[in-house]
């Protein structure tokens, strides 16, 4: 099995999207991440979700996390105000959230360990051909369990 095999598609947003699509595409899906795609349709940014909800709260609840029992939920509707007038590629740029790709060819094992390493539940599959990249799918870290599961079947 390869990377090609395991591949799947995957919604995507661009960079230049609102930012509040992309959270609603988040929640909406019940996304693991965020794949970011540029203008030229190349994989710019895999955001997790988890970090992109950790750069809506207030930096002070996120250094210490008691101080969020305090905090009242009546801020909780200024979370997703906080993106209002951002772009995809503002909420989630590509210096924080460098996309992990493999080529089609990668063996499950690579896939792991590259999910492993960045911490990324997503995997974007690309194949390069003479300077373009195409995006063939990703590998989620459900879809790399499953494979892994059946084989051990």
Known sequence: MRARELAEPFPFVTTDDDAINGARMLAEQSLPALLVLDTDGQPHAIAPGSQLI???IPS???EDP???GVVGEQHDG???E???GLTVAEWAPRRLYPPPVVGPDARPMEVAALMARTHSPVIAVIER???DVTLLG???AARLMQHFIQVAA
């Open 60 to 62: 002070y609840i996120a």
């Open 138 to 140: 990703t590998v989620t």
């Open 54 to 56: 950790g750069q809506l």
């Open 66 to 68: 008691a101080l969020a």
């Open 129 to 131: 051909d003479q300077g």
């Open 82 to 84: 906080r993106l209002a």
């Open 78 to 80: 200024e979370l997703a």
